[in-house]
């Protein structure tokens, strides 16, 4: 009898994210004698469908670990000053644990410039350039919770990184720079690639695990990844049916990699779970 068709180990973000907001509800109980709630505000100045979509999705993980999470939102035509202003007010008030820039944001502005205003102490989804300095300087800090994510699946799952090629495609402030600081600190060998890499597909062929983080559909394919792999998908990309694609050929790739995580339900709920993680955190050290 032939045996069948090898499929990689399904990376899943369910059992992952169940057990970071285990570690939260804990960390809140713990706060909850001194009578502090964690509390988290969204600062958001879009009217992007998906944007608000997400939005809602944290708010109701926050209700089912009783963090408040509230949204100022100043509306798609808010200039950098209302936005730099609400997010200045929000870093001096006392009550408020967490913050977080919602993007996208107005054309002509800049997340990075407007993050400044953020205190590093309530960045919980480390978009302050200061953040990702001090994560670059080994310091502590936030990351941005879908690197964390990336790294908190990896590790539910026990995937070994010590001395392992990493190649992450992308470069983002948000996913591909953090991540790649991250994985350093757990010794990996890493390579980022982007738009500009040579011949990609040799380059990622390479990697024991490989991080897609292009935002391209279905940028990955069968050629693109070496026997055994671990590649985990972080692309989110809307299909005009309104699913979600990710950045890897699934079907292509699942026959060749080792394991690989889904899309939906692989770094996105454990995205979501990392950042109320964060939030409860910061509420701690407050």
């Not at 804990?26 to 939005?55: E, H, M, Q």
Request: hydrophobic share 50%; with cysteine.
């Amino acid at each position: 009898m032939t045996a069948g068709p090898v499929t990689a180990r399904a990376l899943s973000g369910k059992e992952a994210a169940a057990m970071l907001n285990g570690q939260t509800s804990a960390l809140v109980s713990r706060l909850s004698p001194a009578g502090t709630v964690p509390r988290l505000v969204i600062v958001s100045a879009t009217d992007d469908a998906s944007s608000a979509w997400y939005v809602r999705s944290i708010i109701r993980a926050a209700g089912r670990l009783d963090i408040e999470c509230d949204v100022r939102d100043l509306g798609p035509g808010a200039d950098a000053a209302a936005i730099s202003g609400a997010l200045s007010a929000l870093s001096a008030d006392p009550a408020v644990h967490g913050i977080i820039l919602q993007t996208p944001l107005p054309p002509g502005l800049s997340a990075a410039e407007l993050a400044l205003a953020i205190d590093p102490a309530k960045d919980v989804d480390g978009a302050s350039p200061v953040s990702l300095g001090r994560l670059s300087a080994g310091l502590k800090a936030f990351a941005p919770a879908t690197a964390q994510a990336v790294l908190r699946l990896l590790d539910f799952h026990t995937i070994e990184l010590s001395g392992r090629r990493a190649v992450i495609v992308g470069r983002s402030t948000v996913v591909g720079k953090p991540l790649a600081q991250l994985l350093l600190a757990r010794n990996a060998t890493v390579t980022i690639c982007h738009s500009r890499t040579r011949d990609l597909p040799t380059v990622t062929a390479q990697a024991e695990v490989l991080v897609a983080a292009a935002g391209r559909p279905a940028l990955i394919g069968a050629g693109y990844v070496g026997a055994g792999a671990v590649v985990i998908d972080v692309g989110t990309n809307p299909t005009s049916d309104g699913g979600l694609v990710g950045d890897v050929d699934a079907s292509a790739v699942a026959p060749i990699a080792g394991a690989l995580s889904p899309v939906p339900g692989g770094v996105g709920p454990v995205t979501t779970a990392q950042l109320l993680l964060n939030a409860a955190s910061a509420a701690a050290a407050a």
